[in-house]
DNA sequence: ACTCAAACGGACCGCCCGGTCAACTTGCTA
DNA sequence: TAGCAAGTTGACCGGGCGGTCCGTTTGAGT
């Protein structure tokens, strides 16, 4: 969680702490939201019971996690807002969604559904820096104009999702569906599109 | 299954099995592979006990499941291969299948490998018909030479996990998505990719 | 050094899952 | 219509899960 204490945590508690959001981030990565609450423990080296006085619900692990990764690409998001070149901005803003997510694929998103108001808070910071930078992008002609800030959004999953598919695929395999996708947001050759969401 | 048993079935035994595997894909579309064998019996109007006396086990009712899907997308695929436009004849196949996995979500093939024999040889079946389908489309500059058929085989998953995450989608609003994505195929305004797999 | 709130840990609980089984029912055949 | 194999059923089992609880340990203030 990104809320200060009202009283600083003993120095055990946090050494634990660290290591337990760590360890989940791990281990959500590779079992996704199977992944169980003893696994976790025992990769940071801890208790069952000192997971639940950190956080009273597995789905409240899984949020700060979660709070965590979009809070990184919010702040890219913002900086990528003063780079010079608009569509190299969107574009790299794009690699880096991709490339964090390869260590956690972002379904949950879907079913952690309001679980989390902080959660919910974060991510629509997101969602907004994400329509700047696209609308930034598409007034310097760089991607077609019938593309939305939600377009990005859902697509930036894809490659990752894609990827999984491939048992043993090379670590930036993601890199070329990534690639393909963005050529098709470019304005040239561009079909016209069924209506948004 | 698509094997014919030895001895034709019971008359209440073939219905049942039917109605199984109707409830089965219903059921693994709604909740994924979470769907309980338990609850599909109940969909099914049969008891639990029933289920495994036609499928040993819930990844083989599984395999069936999607044996059935995979076959009728490989003959489809066959079918385009004669079409007089091969552009045309892929984009129509990648929105038939993108049409028809809206109602079960292809990342099992992930999870259920190599579980199932039958399930193999359907999907390695698929697979050549695809990039039969792929170099045809390619032979008449329809799409840029350096797709692959594998890239379609992964492409045309996406737009329905990436609706996926919109709470209360338009039932056709992965075909926005397929459409960027099969724009990204087009030779015009295509940069170079990095390596297949 | 003493104290005590804060933090820890793991046995424990209830629940639900996939899968089994033996008693029961039913459709085919002669 | 009688007999029997084929089919059905739901109670039951072992196991793993998220979450609780309380006896124990430990770090910080004095």
Redesign the pocket.
Known sequence: MTVTPE?P?????A???YALLKAASEEFAAHGLD?????IARRAG?????V???F????DLLAAVVIDRIDGLGLLARDLLTAPDPGAALLEFMEAAAGRQRQLDLSFLRDAHSVNDLLDDTRSELFTAITALVERAKDAGAIRPDITGMDVILLMCAPNHVVSFVPDAPPDLWRRYLGIIFDGLRPEGARPLPAAS
């Open positions: 009283r945590l003993r120095a055990d508690a050494r634990n702490r992944a169980s609450v003893a696994d801890i208790g069952k019971g000192t639940f006085r950190h009273s619900t597995k789905d």
